[in-house]
C-alpha cells in the first residue's frame, strides 16, 4: 500500500480525532450501559436493579422459542445479504453501460432506499394482502388471474415475502456501493484486456471484481450488520405471528422486553447477537482484508 | 460485393419469417377457446329431494330448460344435492340446478364480435401482414446483397417489418389477458352490480360471440355461470411470431446477437424499474383515495376514480411541513457532521500508517453492531446528561455517529483505490496536505464521496427508533415519527400514511439527482490511476 | 493542519447553533424542576408556583393529536384550553402511537424520567417498583366518587386503587342482517349453532362470504382467548382470582376456536389478519359475523359502508353463559421524588384530572372516538347525543375484562396469544397452556 508518511507520529491521531470523539460519546457508551444492564436485573416496569451475573443470559437461552428464532435470523441474514448482493451486483453491472435513460433508471433504484422501512413495510403489507391487496388488484384488473389469490398462505411463504422486501430495500445501496467502485475504474484496463484477448468472464474476474472488492467488502459487512438488525419489515408484516415462527432476533427481543416485559433476557439477547455479528463479520473482515492486500 | 453464401441465409431467414406467421394462423384457427356456460342456476336452501319445494322448483326450472330449447339450444339440466346433518341432528340440504351448454370458438370467431379485445386481434392481423408484405418487397432481388450495402428503401422495408412482428408480438399478451379480463371479472362485475356502466352494450357483444344473439334477456344469468377454459396453446402465438421477428432482425441486421443483447439490456433496465416503482404506484393511488376508497374488496379500481388533492391540504394542516424541516435539518447536519469527522479519518487510514490502525477499523466497524432499539436506554441516558434529551442536535450528531462506520470505510476504500502520485505531486508543488486532500483528492474520490453523502443523509432521514424516544414535542418531531400519526388504535388512514411518505421521499430523490452527475463524472478528468 | 481542525470544529458549531435555534432554547436546568425535558417557553414560569406536568396520551384516533395538541376542540385544543383556566401549570402533553409507548415510557422508567401522567392500558407492571402514586393521593374526592366503582375495582392491587379509568369498549357479535337472512340462517347463541350456521353460509355463497372472523394477530389474541374461554365457563382466572390457564375449559375454547378456522370457517390468515382488516371486510359486506368493539359502525360509516348491521351476545357453549368483553384503559400518576412541593403537585395532577373528566370536555373526548365512558357524570349527555349508547352501557354494566391488575397480566397476554398461533399450525393447547401456567402460577 503506498503511503504518505507523516512527519510526526501524533498527526494520524489527529485526523482520526473527531471521528473517534464522535462515535466514543454517542454510539460505545450507550453499547457500554447495554453491556452493564445486560448483567443487572430490570424488573417488569423497566427499573434497573443491582448485579445479577449471567442470570438474564442463562434464561434467555432457555427461552421456548430462542432456537426457531436463531434459526429464522440465519436465513434471513444469508437470504437477503447473499441475493441482494447478487442481483445489487448485477444491476451495477448493467446500470454501468451506456445506454439512453441511464440517469433516469438510477435516479428510480433510489427510491427504495430512500423510503423509511416502516413506509415499505406497511406498503408491502397493504400490497399482499388477500382480500383488497394491491397485487391482487392489478392482477385482477389486467386479467392475469381469474381469482384473487392468498398470499400469505402459511408461515413460510410469509416469511419469504419478509425476505424479500429485505433484498428490496437493500438492493439500492449495494447497487450504488458497487456502482462508486465500478466508476473509479479505468476503462484502459478495459480495452488492454480486450486486445490481449479476454471475454466478458475473464474480464469480469480478473479486472472487475478485484477492483470493485473493496467496496463490495463495505457493502457486505455493513449489510449482515444492517440486515441482522434489521427491525421494521417483521415488526410490521407479521410481528412474529404465528408463535414467533418468523421472528428474527431483533423483533423477538422487541416482543420479548416490550410485550412480554422480560427486559433481563431481552438485554442478555441482544449481547449475544452482538457477539454472534462480531465472530461473522470478523471473520469475514480478516479473510478479505487479507485478500486485499495480497492483490 | 454481391455473396451467394449471404443468399442462402437470407432465403433461410425468409423463409422462417413466412413459417413462424403461417403457424400463428393455423394457432388462431384452432378451438382454442372452451366454453362452458352455466346459463341458468337457481339455489334452493333448506330443500330436500321430493318435497313440495323440490317439486316447486324444479319445475320452474325445467320450463326454463325447454324455454332454452325451444330456441335452438343444446342445454342440460344438472342437480346437485348438498346434505349436512347439523349438530342438532337435523338434516339440512341445499339444491343447486343448473342448466348448461359448452361449445368452443376459435380467436377468428373474436372479429365481429365488438369486444375491446377484437381491436387487439385486428392490430397483430394487420401487423403480421404488414411485415409479410415489407419482407417480400425489402428482399426482392437484394437477396445476396450484405445488409450495409442495402438501398435505403430495401432497409426501410425491412426495418418496417421488424416494427410490425414486434407490435404483434407484443399485443398477443394483450389480447389473452383482455379476454381473461373479460371472461371472468367484468362479467361477475357487472352481475353482481358493483360496476354498471356499459352494461347492456357488453352484454350485447358477449351474447353475439357466444350465442349468436339469440339469448337476449337471459344473457346476463348465461353469463354468471360461464368458464371459460383457452387452451394454453394460445400462448403459443408468442415464440411462432418470435421466430418471424428474429427472422426479420436478421434479415434487417445481418447479425441478430448484438441487438438481441441490446434489446435484453433495455429489457433488464425495465424490468427492474417496473418492479421498482410499483410500491410507489401503489403510494400514489392510495394517496389520492378518499377514505372509503381505499378499502376497495372487491378490486373495482386500479386508479382513484376521483383524484382527492385535498388529501395533501390536509396532511399540510396535519403538521407534515415542520416535520419535514426537521427531519431535513437532522438529515443535513448529520451527513455535515459525519462527512467532517469523516472524511479526515479516511484519509489518514488510506494515506498514512500508524500503529493501531487495524484497531481502530474494527473500532469503527464494532460502533454497528447494535441495533438503536437495544441501545435506547443508553442514549437517552446520554441525551440527559448531555441536556440534548428532545432536541433537533441530539438527534442530528447521534445519527451523524450511527453513520460514521459506513462514512469511514466506504471513503477508505474509495482513497486506497486511487494512487497517491496526484496527491505527491500536488505536495511536491507546495501544497499541504489539506491542500493535497481538498483540491486533489477530494474531486477525483467524488463517486465514493457522493455515495457516502447519499448514504449518510438518506439513513438519517428515515431514521424512526431513537426519534421516538428522544423527541418529545410536536414540534421538534421529524417526519418518520410524525406520520405515526395516521396509524391511530381505531383505524389506519392509508391516504394520508402514504400520501405524506411520498413527499419524505421526494426531496431524497431530489437530492440524489442533483448530484447524480458527480457518481457518473468519476476519473473522466484522467490522472495517473492505480 | 491546526488550521482545518478550527475549520472543523467551527462548522460544526455553526451547525450546533443553527439547530439550537431551531429548538427552543435550552431550558437552564434550575428554571423548572419538575420538568425534565426542556420548557418550551424560556423566563415566563413564575417563580412561586410553577408545576410542570409531562403527560403522554396514545393515539386513539385520527382525531387524537388534533384535540391534545392541534384545534380540534372548539377551535382550541386540549392543553391551551387547560393552561388558561389553571394558570400556574404547564403541560407538557405528548400523544403517542400505540406502537411505541411502550417503548417510550419503559426508556424513560428506565432513565427515572417517567412521565408524570400516563395514559396507557396495563399498570400492575409499575405497582411492585413503587413507580406509581395511589391514586387517593392526588384525584379530588367528588371525582373519585364519580367514577364507575365496577371500573375502579379494575385497579386495585392490595387493596390500593392505582389508577383510573380513562374509557372502555364493550364487546359484542356483530352480524350482517342481509347475509344471514338470504342463507336462511339464525343468529347463533350457541357454538353448536354457530357451526352450523358458519356452514349454511358457506355453502350458499360457496365460499365467497366468510362466515365468521377470527382474529388471533399478536395485538388481540387475548381478546380471542377470552371471547371463546368466557364462553365455555372458563377464563384466565379462577373463583379465587389465581391464575387457571389450563382448565379443560379453556383447552376445549381454545381448540373450538382453532377448530372453526380448519373447517374453512373464518377468514384465511388469523394470526396475521388484524382487527382492522376483519372491520373492513365486514364493511365491505365480505364477512357475515365477527365480534368487535361497539365503535364498528362508525368505523364501517367512517369507511363509506352501508351495512345492514346488528348485534347480539356473544355465543356460548351448550349450557354455558356467555359473558360481554370489556377493555378498559387507564391514567395513572407516577411518583417524582426530586419533586420539591409535593402537595402542588398532587394538586396539579388532581386539577388535570378534574379537567380531563369534566363533561364539558370529556364528553367530547369520548363520543370523537365512539368509545364507552367511564364516569356517571358523562353518561347523561352522552346518551342524549346517542340513544345507542345506553344500550352499549347496559352492555358495559355485565362485562368481564381482563385481569389486568395481576403482575403477571402482560407474560399471560402474550402467552395465550402463542398458544393460539400454536395451535392454528398444529401445535398441542393442552401442553401450551400446562407451560404457560406452570411459568406465571409456579
Not at chain 3, 209 to 218: A, F, N, V
Amino acid at each position: 500500500m503506498n503511503s504518505i508518511q507523516g512527519k510526526r507520529k501524533w498527526e494520524p491521531y489527529v485526523w482520526l480525532l473527531p471521528s473517534i470523539l464522535l462515535i466514543s460519546i454517542f454510539v460505545v457508551f450507550p453499547i457500554l450501559i447495554v453491556f452493564k444492564l445486560s448483567f443487572s436485573e430490570i424488573t417488569p416496569g423497566g427499573v434497573i436493579g443491582g448485579f445479577i451475573g449471567f442470570r438474564n443470559f442463562t434464561d434467555a437461552v432457555k427461552l421456548p422459542a430462542f432456537k426457531t428464532v436463531m434459526m429464522n435470523t440465519f436465513w434471513w441474514v444469508i437470504s437477503v445479504v447473499g441475493l441482494s448482493t447478487l442481483l445489487g451486483f448485477i444491476i451495477a453491472m448493467v446500470l454501468n453501460q451506456q445506454f439512453r435513460g441511464r440517469k433516469i433508471a438510477r435516479s428510480i433504484l433510489v427510491f427504495p432506499w430512500a423510503t423509511s422501512l416502516v413506509i415499505q413495510a406497511s406498503v408491502w403489507n397493504y400490497i399482499i394482502k388477500y382480500e383488497y391487496g394491491n397485487l391482487n388488484n392489478v392482477l385482477l384488473n389486467l386479467g392475469i388471474v381469474g381469482q384473487a389469490i392468498n398470499w400469505r398462505t402459511s408461515y413460510t411463504v410469509e416469511f419469504i415475502w419478509e425476505c424479500g422486501v429485505g433484498i428490496f430495500v437493500t438492493v439500492p445501496f449495494v447497487t450504488f456501493c458497487v456502482l462508486s467502485g465500478l466508476q473509479s475504474i479505468d476503462g484502459s484496463l478495459y480495452e488492454a484486456a480486450t486486445v490481449d484477448g479476454a471475454g466478458f468472464w475473464s474480464k469480469l474476474w480478473k479486472i472487475t471484481l478485484p477492483l470493485v472488492r473493496p467496496s463490495l467488502t463495505v457493502s457486505t459487512v455493513l449489510n449482515i450488520i444492517y440486515v441482522f438488525n434489521s427491525f421494521p419489515i417483521v415488526y410490521t408484516m407479521t410481528k412474529g405471528a404465528p408463535a414467533h415462527k418468523t421472528d428474527t432476533m431483533i423483533t423477538y427481543l422487541y416482543m420479548l422486553s416490550f410485550y412480554e416485559r422480560k427486559k433481563g433476557p431481552a438485554t442478555a439477547l441482544s449481547v449475544i447477537g452482538f457477539l454472534i455479528l462480531c465472530l461473522c463479520a470478523g471473520i469475514y473482515m480478516v479473510t478479505v482484508m487479507r485478500k486485499e492486500e495480497e492483490s | 460485393m454481391r455473396d451467394p453464401d449471404l443468399k442462402k441465409a437470407n432465403r433461410l431467414s425468409l423463409l422462417l419469417l413466412v413459417l413462424g406467421i403461417v403457424l400463428a394462423l393455423i394457432l388462431m384457427s384452432l378451438p382454442l377457446y372452451r366454453f362452458n356456460a352455466a346459463v341458468y342456476i337457481k339455489k334452493s336452501p333448506n330443500t330436500f329431494v321430493g318435497d313440495e319445494k323440490y317439486l316447486a322448483v324444479k319445475e320452474e326450472v325445467e320450463t326454463v330448460a325447454e324455454g332454452y330449447r325451444a330456441q335452438g339450444f343444446d342445454v342440460e339440466l344438472d342437480e346437485d344435492v348438498l346434505t349436512r346433518v347439523n349438530s342438532k341432528g337435523e338434516t339440512t340440504s341445499l339444491i343447486t340446478f343448473t342448466i348448461n351448454e359448452s361449445f368452443s370458438k376459435n380467436v377468428f370467431s373474436f372479429l365481429g364480435s365488438g369486444l375491446p379485445s377484437e381491436t387487439v386481434l385486428i392490430l397483430i392481423l394487420a401487423m403480421t401482414a404488414l411485415a409479410l408484405g415489407c419482407a417480400l418487397l425489402g428482399c426482392r432481388g437484394e437477396m445476396d446483397l450484405p445488409q450495409r450495402y442495402l438501398p435505403r428503401r430495401s432497409a426501410l422495408l425491412r426495418s418496417l417489418a421488424c416494427a410490425a412482428l414486434l407490435v404483434a408480438v407484443l399485443a398477443v399478451p394483450v389480447f389473452v389477458l383482455m379476454n381473461n379480463y373479460a371472461f371472468s371479472r367484468q362479467i361477475s362485475l357487472y352481475n353482481a352490480g358493483l360496476i354498471e356502466e356499459g352494461r347492456e352494450a357488453f352484454f350485447a357483444k358477449m351474447d353475439r360471440l357466444l350465442f349468436s344473439g339469440q339469448m337476449g334477456e337471459g344473457i346476463g344469468s348465461a353469463l354468471a355461470g360461464l368458464d371459460v377454459k383457452h387452451a394454453p396453446l394460445i400462448w403459443m402465438l408468442i415464440p411462432a411470431l418470435l421466430v418471424s421477428l428474429l427472422a426479420a432482425i436478421q434479415l434487417r441486421f445481418g447479425a441478430i446477437r448484438s441487438t438481441l443483447l441490446r434489446g435484453l439490456l433495455y429489457l433488464f433496465v425495465i424490468i427492474v424499474c417496473l418492479v421498482t416503482l410499483y410500491p410507489y404506484y401503489v403510494m400514489t393511488i392510495t394517496a389520492f383515495r378518499s377514505n372509503a376508497e381505499t378499502l376497495d374488496m372487491y378490486f373495482l379500481h386500479m386508479f382513484p376514480t376521483k383524484w382527492n388533492w385535498s388529501n395533501l391540504t390536509d396532511i399540510i394542516h396535519r403538521g407534515v411541513p415542520r416535520y419535514l424541516l426537521n427531519s431535513l435539518l437532522v438529515a443535513g447536519g448529520a451527513t455535515v457532521v459525519a462527512m467532517l469527522c469523516g472524511v479526515p479519518a479516511a484519509y489518514a487510514m488510506a494515506r498514512m500508517n500508524f500503529f493501531g490502525k487495524k484497531a481502530f477499523l474494527g473500532f469503527v466497524i464494532m460502533s454497528q453492531m447494535f441495533s438503536p432499539v437495544v441501545l435506547l436506554i443508553g442514549i437517552s441516558q446520554l441525551m440527559n446528561t448531555l441536556h440534548l434529551n428532545n432536541s433537533v442536535l441530539g438527534l442530528m450528531l447521534i445519527n451523524a455517529a450511527f453513520n460514521q462506520a459506513f462514512a469511514v470505510w466506504l471513503l477508505r476504500g474509495t482513497f486506497v483505490s486511487i494512487s497517491p502520485e496526484m496527491e505527491q505531486a500536488a505536495l511536491i508543488d507546495g501544497c499541504g496536505t489539506i491542500g493535497a486532500l481538498t483540491r486533489v483528492l477530494i474531486p477525483m474520490a467524488a463517486p465514493g464521496i457522493v455515495t457516502a453523502l447519499i448514504f449518510v443523509f438518506i439513513n438519517a432521514w428515515n431514521e424512526y427508533t431513537i426519534s421516538t424516544v428522544l423527541i418529545s414535542t410536536d414540534a421538534n418531531r421529524p417526519i418518520t415519527v410524525g406520520i405515526t400519526q395516521f396509524s391511530s388504535f381505531n383505524m389506519i388512514e392509508w391516504q394520508y400514511l402514504f400520501a405524506a411518505s411520498l413527499v419524505a421521499t421526494i426531496p431524497v430523490v431530489i437530492l440524489f439527482m442533483s448530484i447524480e452527475k458527480h457518481l457518473t463524472a468519476g476519473l473522466t478528468s484522467g490522472g495517473v490511476k492505480g | 493542519m491546526k488550521k482545518f481542525l478550527a475549520l472543523l470544529l467551527a462548522a460544526v458549531m455553526v451547525f450546533a447553533l443553527a439547530a439550537c435555534g431551531q429548538q427552543a432554547a435550552p431550558a437552564p436546568a434550575a428554571e423548572a424542576p419538575a420538568a425534565e425535558a426542556p420548557a418550551e417557553q424560556p423566563a415566563e414560569a413564575p417563580a412561586d408556583e410553577g408545576v410542570t406536568l409531562d403527560v403522554i396520551i396514545c393515539q386513539y384516533g385520527p382525531n387524537t393529536n388534533e384535540w391534545f395538541l392541534g384545534s380540534g376542540m372548539n377551535g382550541t385544543n386540549f392543553v391551551d384550553k387547560f393552561e388558561s383556566e389553571n394558570p400556574g401549570i404547564k403541560l407538557n402533553l405528548e400523544v403517542i402511537s400505540w406502537n411505541d409507548v411502550h417503548q417510550v415510557v419503559d426508556t424513560r422508567i428506565a432513565n427515572n424520567n417517567a412521565p408524570d401522567i400516563l395514559n396507557i392500558d396495563t399498570f400492575s407492571e409499575f405497582v411492585p417498583d413503587g413507580l406509581l402514586m395511589p391514586v387517593k393521593d392526588y384525584c379530588p374526592e367528588d371525582l373519585y366518587n364519580d367514577f364507575f366503582p365496577a371500573f375502579i375495582a379494575e385497579s386495585v392491587i392490595d387493596d390500593t386503587v392505582w389508577a383510573v379509568p380513562d374509557l372502555a369498549s364493550a364487546r359484542a357479535l356483530f352480524y350482517n342482517v342481509d347475509l344471514l337472512k338470504d342463507a336462511g340462517v339464525e343468529v347463533p347463541t350457541t357454538w353448536a349453532e354457530l357451526e352450523d350456521a358458519c356452514q349454511a353460509i358457506l355453502d350458499y355463497y360457496n365460499g365467497e362470504i366468510y362466515p365468521w372472523g377470527i382474529d388471533m394477530t399478536t395485538d388481540e389474541g387475548q381478546a380471542c382467548f377470552a371471547y371463546y374461554a368466557w364462553g365455555n365457563g372458563g377464563g384466565f382466572v379462577d373463583a379465587d382470582g389465581n391464575w387457571a390457564l389450563n382448565s379443560p375449559e379453556n383447552v376445549e375454547a381454545v381448540n373450538f376456536a382453532v377448530g372453526l378456522v380448519n373447517k374453512g370457517f373464518t377468514n384465511p390468515n388469523p394470526a396475521t389478519e388484524t382487527r382492522y382488516d376483519l372491520q373492513d371486510m365486514f364493511a365491505a359486506g365480505k364477512l357475515a359475523m365477527l365480534l368487535t368493539t361497539n365503535q364498528l359502525p362508525t368505523y364501517v360509516s367512517d369507511k363509506g359502508g352501508s351495512i345492514n348491521m346488528a348485534t347480539a351476545g356473544i355465543p356460548a357453549n351448550e349450557g354455558k353463559t356467555g359473558s360481554s368483553v370489556g377493555v378498559m384503559d387507564r391514567v395513572m400518576a407516577f411518583k417524582d421524588d426530586s419533586a420539591p412541593d409535593q402537595a402542588a403537585r398532587n394538586e396539579a395532577i388532581g386539577k388535570f384530572l378534574k379537567f380531563f373528566y369534566d363533561p364539558e370536555n370529556y364528553v367530547g373526548w369520548v363520543s370523537m372516538e365512539g368509545f364507552l365512558p367511564a364516569v356517571n357524570s358523562a353518561v347523561e349527555a352522552l346518551v342524549a347525543s346517542d340513544p345507542s349508547f345506553g344500550a352499549w352501557l347496559d352492555v358495559l354494566g355485565s362485562c368481564q375484562f381482563y385481569p389486568a391488575a395481576k403482575a403477571e397480566w402482560a407474560t399471560v397476554r402474550q402467552g395465550v396469544t402463542t398458544v393460539e398461533q400454536n395451535a392454528l399450525i398444529g401445535g398441542d393447547v393442552q401442553a401450551g397452556l400446562d407451560a404457560l401456567q406452570a411459568e406465571v402460577a409456579g
